[in-house]
């Protein structure tokens, strides 16, 4: 009788346990990549550790997107953050890229008082045409304006949609990073520079409209402000450990879907 009742037991503790003690992920992973999504890239690793306190989300400086892209087919990374497409000599590669966020390309100041720009005007000043913030309806103040490198993909973004802008050069000074770009905005008056609004949104700086139109999450969602890049992961096909694997399913899950908006951004599902 006694064996019966532990054999009872010991069957109804198998159909408890399994249900009450779900392995969570535990580990280290390491997402290296690209610096337009770093900011909102390690915010989402930041709210994922805290579902997961074994799990560890490592979120590098930036190396590019062509470089974390590079780590992945290497086999030195976990999981590549971009923030464009994959080309076609990076497709025959065996990679998969997933878009988990769009992020609106925005313009931003620390002192400007101009409340928008139009397609044209923004070809004016980074053009050289526009000199002057009086021009626009401002104060009579010099109009310096500072970009990025080329094939950065926000200057790729708006050299796609803004009719002239790819011949401007993008910029007065250029910079190599989101935070240097930022910096020189906030430490310069009468300064405009561009970014994606992930990087931009908790510095305090003025985001300005373009062409009537706020780059919040809702008017790029609906394509009323088209001016976004694409934030995505790359890994190799068929060869996610499974923290990676859950971290990749946080992106698009409801807590991942509301740190995204947080940043400015708006989700895109799978």
């Not at 989402?44 to 087919?73: C, M, T």
């Not at 976990?78 to 997933?98: F, H, V």
């Not at 409340?115 to 401002?138: A, C, D, M, V």
């Not at 790729?156 to 949609?161: D, H, K």
């Amino acid at each position: 009788m006694l064996r019966l009742f532990s054999i009872c037991v010991a069957v109804s503790l198998f159909m408890i346990i399994p249900c009450a003690a779900v392995a969570a992920p535990a580990g280290k992973i390491f997402v290296e990549g690209t610096d337009d999504s770093q900011d909102i890239m390690k915010a989402l690793a930041g709210k994922f550790e805290q579902l997961y306190p074994g799990a560890s989300v490592i979120v590098p400086d930036s190396i590019g997107s062509s470089g974390g892209i590079r780590r992945v087919r290497e086999g030195k990374t976990d999981l590549g953050r971009t923030s464009r497409p994959l080309d076609q000599n990076e497709m025959k590669y065996g990679l998969t890229y997933l878009v988990f966020a769009k992020a609106p390309v925005v313009f931003f100041s620390n002192d400007i008082d101009v409340e928008g720009l139009t397609y044209e005007q923004i070809t004016g000043i980074y053009s050289g045409r526009i000199s002057n913030w009086s021009q626009l309806g401002g104060e009579e103040r010099k109009i310096y304006h500072v970009g990025r490198e080329a094939g950065d993909s926000s200057r790729r973004v708006l050299g796609r949609y803004i009719p002239g802008f790819k011949e401007t050069a993008g910029g007065g000074k250029i910079y190599y990073t989101n935070s240097e770009t930022i910096n020189a905005v906030k430490n310069h008056k009468s300064t405009i520079g561009y970014g994606p609004m992930s990087a931009v949104i908790k510095t305090g700086l003025k985001v300005t409209r373009v062409n009537g139109v706020y780059p919040s999450p809702e008017n790029a969602s609906k394509g009323s402000y088209e001016l976004t890049a694409p934030f995505g992961v790359v890994y190799m096909k068929n060869n996610l450990i499974p923290l990676a694997e859950a971290f990749v399913n946080f992106l698009y899950s409801a807590e991942g879907r509301r740190t995204i908006r947080e940043y400015g951004c708006y989700p895109v599902g799978r």
